[in-house]
């Protein structure tokens, strides 16, 4: 797509990237039939072919309008087009260049500004965040009032605490805890903990943990969302041996981890440690599945988060080792949504589709009636956990109570 970017865009570097990345879309329109958005409005300016042409005339008009704010904000950065897209077109990459400028042409309604910055503040205040789930823990019974939140209180199975500390581990990672995943679901990683602790593997944390920095960056608040990134790398070049792997549980930070070498310009004095630290970030899947695992059954629908499908590139990794495990796998999502519509902060800023897609995915992962729906990723396990009447959690909760079961 050939684009003249307006005389204002001179001097900027990423407005070139983002030239370079619109002339790589051919418009052919491969990308369409896996968008969710399109999937859902039928609209050509909610497909990703459309979205590029938006900001392609925003680029050359060197304005924002109010169809250009739609149409993105209605994007759920899910990538599924960049899965389909036979010319590689970098679209998460455009679509942040392009929020970056929305949001410094303060082009969105003051109350929408008010709206976004209050969700950002709200979950970048940690210790907000661990109180106020820790409360809403424990007035899960009264379901009338966890049903008025915007997303659901999911249960953790009992997971028994693993064996003590290795004096000698074959092997040291660093577990990051996540800013959401801590507060709200911590038997996450006590789970990982618990599984890594039995194959000798010694788990580190990191004190004081930095935000990964996707909520800020992602909403196009580029210089803080890489102030975020900046902290984190620091403290892992800190405190964490030189050859230790970086493991995230939750695919959505961990999506963000390795990405960090694209956050950074090549001038950047943290460039060169963003690239290393990209090379050791790991999901757990890819790091468990190096074991070998046997579990009392159960039967299970599996939800692959976008950003382990489409992001990582690890789709059908959890349904593998879980299989090999022994659990049952039921039929599962509809294999051509992409997305249940949680997207980070996408259930509060668009809560109309979210739930339109929530539901549509619930429908096909409740149809073979498992006993439990896992995911991988924080803002999913919420998500799906506020419309499923099935319980909802982290497969390795799951993998971690039914192998404990097996084994004692
Ligand atoms: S599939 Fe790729 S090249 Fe084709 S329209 Fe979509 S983004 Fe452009
Ligand atoms: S990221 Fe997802 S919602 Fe956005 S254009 Fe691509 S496929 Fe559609």
Redesign the pocket.
């Given at each position: 797509m050939k684009t003249t970017l307006h005389p204002r865009f001179r001097n900027s570097s990423e407005a070139a990237r983002a030239e370079t990345i619109m002339r790589s879309c051919v418009h052919c329109g491969f990308?369409t039939s896996?968008?969710?958005?399109?999937q859902l409005l039928g609209d050509e300016n909610?497909?990703?072919r459309g979205?590029i042409a938006l900001i392609k005339e925003m680029f050359e008009v060197g304005e924002v309008n109010e169809a250009h704010s739609t149409h993105l904000d209605?994007?759920?950065?899910?990538?599924?087009?960049?899965t389909?897209c036979p010319s590689g077109v970098a679209?998460?990459e455009l679509?942040d260049i392009a929020k970056g400028f929305m949001t410094e042409s303060r082009a969105r309604s003051l109350r929408s500004r008010l709206w976004r910055g209050l969700v950002r503040r709200i979950l970048s205040a940690q210790d907000l965040l661990t109180m106020g789930f820790t409360v809403l823990r424990a007035l899960k019974p009264l379901r009338w009032l966890t049903s008025l939140l915007p997303f659901g209180i999911p249960l953790a199975p009992e997971i028994k605490p693993g064996a003590d500390e290795l004096t000698e581990p074959s092997t040291t990672v660093v577990v990051l805890e996540g800013c959401v995943q801590q507060a709200a679901t911590p038997s996450v990683n006590e789970a990982l903990r618990t599984l890594l602790l039995s194959q000798g593997v010694a788990a580190l944390s990191i004190q004081g943990e930095a935000c990964c920095g996707a909520l800020n960056y992602h909403l196009g608040e580029h210089d803080q969302g890489r102030q975020d990134m900046r902290r984190l790398l620091h403290q892992i070049r800190d405190q964490v041996p030189g050859d230790a792997l970086v493991v995230s549980s939750a695919s959505g930070c961990g999506v963000t981890v390795k990405d960090y070498a694209k956050y950074f310009s090549r001038s950047d004095p943290d460039y060169g440690l963003a690239i290393e630290i990209s090379r050791r970030a790991i999901d757990a899947v890819e790091l468990l599945r190096r074991y070998t695992w046997k579990v009392k059954p159960l039967r299970i629908a599996i939800h692959n988060p976008?950003t382990l499908t489409h992001g990582q590139g690890l789709d059908g990794a959890v349904g593998e080792l879980l299989s090999g495990a022994g659990f049952e796998l039921t039929i599962g999502a509809p294999a051509t949504l992409?997305?249940c519509g949680s997207a980070g902060t996408y259930s509060v800023l668009q809560p109309t589709l979210s739930k339109q897609l929530r539901d549509k995915m619930l429908s096909g992962l409740q149809r073979d009636t498992p006993d439990v729906i896992v995911t991988a990723n924080i803002g999913c396990h919420l998500h799906l956990a506020a419309g499923s009447s099935i319980p909802v959690m982290h497969w390795i909760e799951i993998l971690c109570h039914q192998w404990q079961l097996q084994n004692t």
């Amino acid at each position: 797509m050939k684009t003249t970017l307006h005389p204002r865009f001179r001097n900027s570097s990423e407005a070139a990237r983002a030239e370079t990345i619109m002339r790589s879309c051919v418009h052919c329109g491969f990308c369409t039939s896996g968008c969710p958005t399109y999937q859902l409005l039928g609209d050509e300016n909610d497909s990703p072919r459309g979205r590029i042409a938006l900001i392609k005339e925003m680029f050359e008009v060197g304005e924002v309008n109010e169809a250009h704010s739609t149409h993105l904000d209605r994007c759920l950065t899910c990538r599924s087009c960049e899965t389909h897209c036979p010319s590689g077109v970098a679209y998460t990459e455009l679509l942040d260049i392009a929020k970056g400028f929305m949001t410094e042409s303060r082009a969105r309604s003051l109350r929408s500004r008010l709206w976004r910055g209050l969700v950002r503040r709200i979950l970048s205040a940690q210790d907000l965040l661990t109180m106020g789930f820790t409360v809403l823990r424990a007035l899960k019974p009264l379901r009338w009032l966890t049903s008025l939140l915007p997303f659901g209180i999911p249960l953790a199975p009992e997971i028994k605490p693993g064996a003590d500390e290795l004096t000698e581990p074959s092997t040291t990672v660093v577990v990051l805890e996540g800013c959401v995943q801590q507060a709200a679901t911590p038997s996450v990683n006590e789970a990982l903990r618990t599984l890594l602790l039995s194959q000798g593997v010694a788990a580190l944390s990191i004190q004081g943990e930095a935000c990964c920095g996707a909520l800020n960056y992602h909403l196009g608040e580029h210089d803080q969302g890489r102030q975020d990134m900046r902290r984190l790398l620091h403290q892992i070049r800190d405190q964490v041996p030189g050859d230790a792997l970086v493991v995230s549980s939750a695919s959505g930070c961990g999506v963000t981890v390795k990405d960090y070498a694209k956050y950074f310009s090549r001038s950047d004095p943290d460039y060169g440690l963003a690239i290393e630290i990209s090379r050791r970030a790991i999901d757990a899947v890819e790091l468990l599945r190096r074991y070998t695992w046997k579990v009392k059954p159960l039967r299970i629908a599996i939800h692959n988060p976008c950003t382990l499908t489409h992001g990582q590139g690890l789709d059908g990794a959890v349904g593998e080792l879980l299989s090999g495990a022994g659990f049952e796998l039921t039929i599962g999502a509809p294999a051509t949504l992409a997305c249940c519509g949680s997207a980070g902060t996408y259930s509060v800023l668009q809560p109309t589709l979210s739930k339109q897609l929530r539901d549509k995915m619930l429908s096909g992962l409740q149809r073979d009636t498992p006993d439990v729906i896992v995911t991988a990723n924080i803002g999913c396990h919420l998500h799906l956990a506020a419309g499923s009447s099935i319980p909802v959690m982290h497969w390795i909760e799951i993998l971690c109570h039914q192998w404990q079961l097996q084994n004692t």
